[in-house]
């Protein structure tokens, strides 16, 4: 079976999701498979793709190989794996895939579980795996992976409410609880946090190697500034450039970031970004300043769209309501509801782009994903 179709028949993500299923499975899977690659793996709530592929780029500017493992992806599956300047071409992953399958494993692994192992087999002959969690961290499978060097926490703030915790601390936890096992020489390095995150990191991992990004480096200033990075680029170069030092590695150039949807401009006038909560929003926002625009829009029904649009709303002219055919988005009548409440105006998107108008395209990677496969900004 090939993999697309394969993929097909797996719960999507984490549901449904055994905490020790994929540490018996690893298991397993090492008796027949050495990893012995070094690992980063990035855990936290905003900015873990963006991180990840700074440091992908800069180690390959030092002449390492890296495979870079994220998720998720807008258009293709093999855009969770990257490395050597490009995505994996599918020839390979199916390669990874027979071998996968040729193995005496699990067949019930989940969608993300199975990414992680073919992400394990691809990164046989690398230098680094970047590993960025799925979703939580203490029972990610990420976290099961042997060699884990360092251990990088992008900014932690609250979604996934359903699955991680109905508090900022809740959340923080279990995102925490993945560095409770780690040697205490293992560098964990965090981006900039909320300050009680801080506090109950110092309480629940006080014997380990801690490091807390108080401040950017004029390297990374210099770059954002050389790329046009927004702030919170700027933030999320400055994590990877902290973690290389971490790792006595320092990245000789840097290239521009080569990852699609974050604060992209396919033309223009036609701004894309996956954020998809309100830190994400907040951070969004204080890029757009001086900014007026309209939003094309819509939102998963589990995610706090009214705090969302009320972090854009000084930004905002209209609001254009993009069709998702995804059974997660939120009712119609729902959003709309909380687009009157905000005062917003709204109409359904009809795929009608102007010219003389600038656009912002966000809500998720499945709004961004809808957005260009309709293909709208090409007419």
Known sequence: MKLNDFLATKPFELAPFEPQRFKQVYRDFCQHFKDNTPKIQIIGTNGKGSTGRFLAQSLEASGFKVLHFSSPHLLDFNERFYTQGRNVPQSELEQAHAYLRSLPIDAHLSYFEYATLLAVVLAKDCD????????????????????????????????????LGSSLLEIATTKLRAGLHLEPQVPMIFAKQEPEVQELTKKLLPSQNLAFIEELSQEALREGQKWGYPPFLVQNLQTALSTLTALDLAPKALKRLNLRGRFEHITPNILLDVAHNVGGARALAEALKGRQLDLIYNSYARKDALGVLESLKPYVQHVWILPVPDPQIMPQEKLQGILKQLNLPFSPFRGVIEPSKSYLVVGSFSVVRAFLQGGFFGR
């Open 128 to 163: 680094f795996m970047v590993a960025e969690a799925g979703l939580g961290g203490e029972f990610d499978s990420t976290t099961s992976l042997n060699k884990r060097i360092a251990l990088v926490f992008t900014p932690i703030s609250v979604d996934h409410t359903d699955r």
